[in-house]
């Protein structure tokens, strides 16, 4: 009986080490495995090559009167000259149209490599506008993501005073108008870009009752690379829905010449304007009845902050 009770004690204090034991054997199992499953993975990231972005998808941060994809590099200063002049069928009444012109001065900078801001002033209603540009997707050349894609909101504020219907005043707000876009790009080959654009436009005041506050229209866009500095680009804006009195679709044809620091744009295009509000909202020139204007943009590019200092800039805010 002594026998059995000390064979009973010497089985019950053994156990909870064997048991420990085991725990211990199976915690360090486990953790091997993870450690084994963590080097695998770390492996494998590292043989992942690091993307690489598609570069130039268009040459301007403009296809014509309207934004493109690309935006200016962190630090950099781009100066804006665009130049409508009047329709091209006023023949030598006007001397085709170059009696009349609009103008629009422009300055565009690059926070960071994600984000652009931009101020202007047109010569046409007297228009001041300001927006900013973020760039959320970068098309990639492995094909990981396909395309790239911003968004640009705008405000505008037209100086010059409009109809104001009857009973209301004209007031400050009434001026104003508000632009959403996204911009979703492709660049297909080094010689072919295409760009969809759809657009939101609000008019806090409009001219009649019966005319809608709220513009929508999907923008086309597109470049053809012809040579290492010439380029064909082009852009079209049909309306959805409802749309302002009198008003046509905006469509943009033009050339592109890269000249060192500056792009030149020559273009043709029915519309006068030059901002999104009175591109894509208020354009009102007939292309079959040959209300076009031939216009050019100049842009000439100057390097504000040192990139090392753009590079801490853009390490903080992004």
């Not at 592109?256 to 909202?281: M, S």
Request: aromatic share 10%.
């Amino acid at each position: 009986m002594k026998k059995l009770l000390a064979a009973c004690a010497f089985t019950l204090s053994v156990l909870p080490c064997t048991t420990s034991l085991q725990a211990q054997d199976r915690d360090s199992l486990q953790s091997r495995d993870e450690n084994d499953m963590m080097a695998i993975l770390n492996k494998e990231s590292d043989n992942i090559p690091a993307a690489i972005y598609t570069a130039a998808t268009f040459k301007s941060t403009r296809i014509a009167n309207g934004h493109s994809i690309e935006q200016m590099g962190a630090g950099v200063l781009d100066m804006r000259i665009n130049h409508r002049f009047g329709l091209l069928n006023q023949a030598f009444k006007n001397f085709f149209g170059l009696d009349n012109a609009v103008s629009h001065l422009g300055f565009d900078y690059g926070i960071t490599d994600r984000l652009m801001i931009g101020a202007g002033r047109s010569t046409y209603l007297k228009d001041y506008d300001g927006f900013l540009k973020v760039k959320i997707l970068r098309q990639t050349e492995d094909g990981r993501m396909p395309v790239s894609l911003s968004y640009m909101g705008a405000l505008s504020i037209q100086a010059q005073d409009a109809y104001a219907p009857a009973g209301k005043s004209y007031m400050f707000k009434d001026k104003m108008a508000y632009i959403h876009q996204a911009l979703i790009a492709r660049k297909f080959s080094a010689s072919f870009s295409l760009q969809l654009m759809p657009v939101y436009i609000h008019y806090n005041l409009v001219a009649f009752n019966n005319e809608p506050n709220d513009i929508f229209a999907l923008g086309l866009g597109g470049r053809l690379k012809l040579s290492k500095r010439i380029s064909v680009t082009g852009e079209y804006y049909p309306l959805i829905g409802k749309r302002l009195t009198g008003t046509r679709n905006a469509a943009s044809v033009g050339v592109d010449i890269e000249t060192g620091g500056h792009v030149f744009q020559l273009l043709f295009t029915n519309a006068t304007g030059i901002n999104e509000r009175t591109v894509i909202g208020q354009t009102t020139g007939r292309i079959d009845r040959g209300d076009i204007h031939f216009g050019f943009n100049i842009s000439r590019v100057f390097t504000i902050v040192r990139p090392k200092d753009t590079r801490d800039l853009h390490n903080k805010i992004w």
